[in-house]
């Protein structure tokens, strides 16, 4: 079956293809171009839906912007569509354009706030462009992120918990996590679930130049694609593991990877309109944030241990995962069973685990690996 | 038994497409690696035969998964949930499925086994005749157990059960260390929808659309109670006398957002089997009487209550729709019950 194909509706003319996962933009002075395209985007399944998408120069879709706190960061949008569009990043107020007309451009320019993970998005017309797919990641990186003790942590140290500072001071250290500490500005050690639905015929409707009232969109949002990172099931994790592949962006920025000891931050965020419930095998997680009404980032106060936790519409909450020794395993490493241990992570809503009615688990499902022991 | 053939398996065999999704690998007597003589064994067959009778009259066919080694014939029915599975913290666990027919597999759900121990197709096998899941808890806590093929739909259908972890104490604390409880009540919430419970096991799996993106839940229940019988059932009403200590286990094995209220304030002493305020970086949550709070999709909680007079008290349960947020079948997804201080 061919499933790979991508293609961007502005380059279907001249037969470009472009990859359906998110790329990554490491800052280059904190200067990002973004164009605002619509495109018919192949599901897992083979069909094609209509949907748009923010793209920057390297042709790829959705990309992960990552800044270091305090930067000034330039964005400059095109908007590329037929329709007027806007730009925003929910908890940075001043990285917001109201609206651009199809063909124009805008820019924002604005100081990188505290270490954390944000969404930008297209907030006009909420929710509907943003679950056509207009939606990013957008990573700010601390400029002093080690806690006082100095063990790295992805915070800012002046918003620092104690219960966040005990966490991150206890990996290497603690009885419970022998190995390492959490290392920062490693894309191997920092990895990114956005999720993510597709409604194909909010979607068709759209694009057959309907004009949706927004508050209509939440009443009839059926969602027959699940999403982690723009993609489904079987795509969601690399299949085949070597020097060649980039784990800043595609499947490799979504499954985690490493050896017992390496302990894993996942950025969790939702573009959508489904309460997810993300659940994870092998492991628990430590829940380390949350947002404030306005979308600032906020540590926890109580750093839960979790195998589910609740992902509502624009949720963006940090887990550590902590790449422990499987608690219940009988012998440990195993004698008999080979490495790598590989287990599932799925939404437990499991709706979501479907793709086109049906398909079992071509939905919101990745993996992680654990390579080996200590 | 046969030496295990791993390149047959997700561990080691080829995943594509079709293992992932449409074909995963199923195995039948594979030997259990590592296996060490068990301190406790348990075993479940499948049963795809139990009809229960809804409040409006009609039948929803339920699967569920039967305990062939319990002492009574009562005990050997298929029943819904399916029965509880309750470990000692440490035990070396032997839980064996054989489902008879076709394939299934149990996820131990919070446990953390090894891979081939965790019961996933696509990264393992699915179980067509006999597997053992070898495991040996570690901590104390509330955690469920649920068949992990096409698991939208056998999830759904009733496959799962509940699993209690106590800690070496026994029965009558949370967890070493933790508070103590004299009154202990598990609370399954669990949501139906009867169109799903009219498809085959293999319902969608190879590219039909079925309709498993489409939830909408006409029943709702508690331990297996329809909702119109959970404030007097004895199955799910709660009874102390003053003075005594609570603990109620709470899963959230619907497909909704599940908003709990209880009339009376407690402390969730412990989520998703992982005990709370043992280590600096976790606490114990407050919970205030009457104040609502949400569980997702497979959450738990255990909450200690300690009553300081007599009196009824209501908990209710709201279904809340993972898009609309309203409350499920057009307000009528309430599941009530009653905490009874005599
Ligand atoms: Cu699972
Ligand atoms: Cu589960």
Redesign the interface.
């Known amino acids: 079956?061919d499933?790979r194909k991508f293609l961007k509706a502005s380059a279907v003319a001249v037969g470009a293809a472009a990859l359906p996962a998110m790329a990554t933009a490491q800052t280059t002075g904190g200067t990002f171009d973004l164009t605002i395209e619509a495109v018919d985007s192949e599901m897992i399944?083979g069909v094609f839906v209509f949907s748009l998408m923010f793209f920057d120069r390297s042709e790829e879709g959705r990309p992960i912007l990552e800044v270091t706190e305090a930067d000034i960061v330039t964005i400059n949008v095109t908007n590329l569509d037929t329709r007027p569009h806007g730009f925003g990043i929910p908890g940075i107020p001043a990285a917001s354009v109201a609206s651009i007309p199809p063909g124009g451009s805008a820019t924002v320019r604005f100081t990188a706030p505290v270490g954390g993970t944000y969404m930008y998005i297209d907030p006009t017309l909420a929710p509907l462009n943003r679950i056509l797919g207009l939606y990013g990641a957008f990573i700010v990186h601390p400029k002093l992120g080690t806690t006082a003790a100095g063990s790295p942590t992805p915070y800012s140290r002046s918003t620092h918990t104690?219960?966040?500072a005990?966490?991150f001071n206890?990996l290497g250290v603690h009885k419970?996590f022998p190995g390492n500490k959490w290392v920062p500005r490693d894309v191997e050690r920092d990895k990114l679930w956005l999720f993510s639905q597709v409604d194909p015929l909010i979607a068709a409707r759209v694009d057959a130049g309907e004009v949706i009232p927004p508050a209509s969109v939440?009443?009839s949002?059926?969602?027959?694609y699940f999403m982690i990172n723009g993609l489904s099931?079987?795509d969601t994790a690399p299949?085949k593991i070597d020097a060649s592949l980039d784990w800043s962006k595609g499947s490799g920025r979504i499954m985690p990877h490493g050896r017992e000891g390496q302990p894993t931050l996942i950025r969790n965020m939702n573009a959508g309109?489904?309460?997810?419930?993300p659940?994870i095998?092998?492991?628990?997680i430590?829940k380390l944030s949350d947002t404030r009404a306005d979308g600032t980032v906020v540590l926890n106060?109580?750093?839960?241990?979790?195998?589910?936790?609740?992902?509502e519409p624009m949720a963006r909450r940090d887990v550590l995962l902590p790449f422990e020794k499987?608690?219940?395993?009988?012998?440990w490493p195993?004698?008999?069973?080979?490495f790598p241990?590989?287990?599932?992570m799925?939404?437990?809503?499991?709706?979501s685990?479907?793709a086109?009615?049906?398909?079992?688990?071509?939905g919101m499902v990745t993996?992680w690996e654990m390579t080996g022991p200590l | 038994m046969q030496a295990a053939d791993w390149t047959k398996t997700g561990v080691k065999g080829e995943v594509t497409y079709s293992t992932f999704g449409c074909n995963p690998f199923q195995e039948s007597n594979f030997p259990t690696p590592d296996r060490v003589a068990p301190d406790v064994n348990v075993e479940r067959h499948m049963d795809v035969s139990l009809d229960l009778p809804t409040p409006d009259g009609q039948k929803i066919r339920v699967w569920t998964f039967t305990d062939p080694l319990a002492p009574t014939v009562a005990g050997r029915a298929p029943m819904h949930p399916a029965p509880l599975m309750r470990f000692r913290e440490g035990q070396i666990v032997h839980s064996t499925l054989d489902p008879k027919k076709n394939a299934h597999t149990i996820h131990h759900h919070g446990i953390e086994p090894t891979t081939v121990n965790d019961g996933v197709g696509h990264v393992s096998f699915e179980v067509n005749a006999r597997y053992t899941y070898q495991f040996r808890p570690s901590r104390a806590g509330t955690f469920f157990y649920h068949c992990h093929r096409n698991t939208a739909l056998h999830f759904e259908m009733g496959m799962f059960g509940p699993m209690i972890v106590d800690p070496p104490e026994g029965p009558g604390t949370l967890f070493s260390g933790g508070p103590k409880y004299d009154v202990e009540r598990l609370l399954v919430l669990d949501d139906m929808d009867p169109r799903w419970h009219t498809l085959e096991h293999d319902a969608g799996m190879c590219g039909l659309d079925v309709g498993l993106n489409r939830f909408d839940p006409k029943y709702f229940l508690a331990n297996g109670v329809f909702n119109n019988r959970t404030t007097t059932d004895p199955r799910v009403v709660i009874n102390a006398k003053l003075g005594q200590t609570i603990l109620i286990r709470l899963l959230n094995a619907s497909y909704s957002v599940l908003e709990t209220t209880i009339g009376l304030p407690g402390v969730c002493h412990s989520m998703d089997g992982c005990s709370l305020g043992t280590e600096p970086w976790s606490s114990p949550l407050p919970l205030p009487a009457n104040r609502p709070f949400t569980m997702s999709t497979a959450q738990r909680r255990d909450i200690i209550i300690r009553p300081t007079a007599r009196g009824t008290f209501p908990v209710r349960f709201r279904f809340l729709h993972w898009v609309n947020g309203k409350v499920q079948d057009n307000g009528r997804g309430i599941v009530d019950t009653r905490i009874i201080v005599s």
């Open positions: 079956m499933r399944d104690p219960q966040v005990a966490l206890a419970r939440v009443p949002f059926l969602p027959r099931g079987y299949h309109l489904c309460t997810h419930s659940h095998h092998g492991n628990h430590f106060t109580s750093c839960y241990e979790l195998d589910a936790w609740p992902m499987p608690g219940d395993a009988v012998v195993p004698k008999e069973e080979p241990m590989r287990y599932v799925h939404c437990h809503t499991e709706m685990q479907t086109g009615g049906g398909n079992y688990p071509q993996h």
